[in-house]
């Protein structure tokens, strides 16, 4: 008996073990791929559920301004996601962090994105049901940190020069080289962070700078907080596998910056007229689809520009 027992403790190991080598190889393009149509796919067959059982309970109308409503939510947090990725391919390529601790690190920060968006998204359905008058602050911001987009759209970033960065450098003890997936390590007695953690910190802060613009965006088309809340995390699930599929096509998709920048002084124009002038979802929609494809035609058939 205590023989089988070892046996299958052996086995469960060697199991853990392939997984484990497994799981260190990088993704490949065509593997993102297909893990980005499955997390497309469960979007838009919650959306059908989501339609079907409205249409159902509250009609047709109600049904159709619901998935309306929830597809252009998903389809502006799906375009927003982007930039945040080229933010995190800079990351990684900054601390040349290994391709088997990049996939870590993003689904730490899926995580942490669903957990800090659900919170701020339950206080921003408070704010703006309680202040009328917060949805032109959000729409403001919106209009401000789009045309920021559109002037500094091709500027370089300096990581050097990142506040965060320096005090980090400052103030805590850090390590030069990784240790496999460690965050920190004791030496002497005295505790010293790795280059993983760094950027998962720096990471998380991302996260937080972008959820501030999202959020606001998703509100511009719906004040649901059901609608905001699951476009939003159905959105974030397919982060990792969207990074991986456009890490190696950054400066195929150069003037996307451009298209997003358009998008939220869009959005927030939306939102400062709102009770003046009501802009259909689907108008919204369509603005949003041109915006993007055209923004996707034109880098492709463009060369980028060197940044400055």
């Known amino acids: 008996m205590g023989k089988l027992c070892c046996f299958r403790r052996h086995r469960l190991r060697s199991r853990f073990t392939r997984l484990t080598k497994k799981g260190d190889d990088r993704v490949s393009v065509s593997q993102a791929l297909r893990w980005s149509a499955l997390w497309v796919g469960l979007a838009l067959a919650f959306n059908a559920i989501l339609w079907w059982y409205l249409d159902r309970e509250a009609g047709r109308e109600i049904a159709n301004a619901k998935a309306a409503q929830f ?6 947090e799906k375009s ?3 930039d945040n990725i080229f933010v995190f391919l800079m990351l990684f390529t900054y601390f040349a962090v290994p391709a088997k601790l990049q996939k870590r690190v993003l689904i730490l920060g899926v995580i942490g994105a669903i957990v800090l968006r659900a ?4 206080v921003g359905a408070w704010l703006i049901k309680e202040f009328h008058w917060v949805l032109y602050l959000f729409g403001v911001f ?3 940190t789009g045309v920021k987009m559109l002037i500094f759209a091709n500027a370089n970033s300096d990581l050097e020069k990142n506040p965060i960065l320096k005090w980090m450098r400052g103030h805590m003890n850090l390590t030069s080289d990784f240790d496999g997936e460690k965050f920190w390590v004791t030496r002497q007695n005295v505790r010293f962070y790795t280059p993983l953690f760094v950027v998962m910190i720096l990471i998380g802060i991302t996260d ?10 998703i509100f511009a088309i719906t004040d649901d907080p059901f609608i905001v809340m699951t476009s939003n995390i159905f959105a974030i699930l397919g982060l990792r596998a969207m990074y991986f599929l456009l890490a190696d096509l950054k400066d195929r998709f150069h003037l996307l910056t451009y298209g997003l920048g358009v998008i939220l002084v869009f959005v927030g124009t939306k939102m400062l007229i709102v009770d003046w002038v009501k802009i259909p979802v689907e108008i919204s929609l369509g603005v949003v689809g041109v915006i993007l494809v055209v923004a996707v035609i034109a880098s492709l058939l463009t060369k980028p520009k060197e940044a400055t």
């Open 142 to 144: 919106l209009l401000v």
């Open 80 to 82: 927003l996601a982007v």
């Open 71 to 76: 597809f252009t939510g998903y389809l502006i």
């Open 119 to 122: 919170a701020m998204i339950l």
């Open 208 to 217: 937080v700078v972008f959820a501030v613009d999202s959020i606001p965006a």
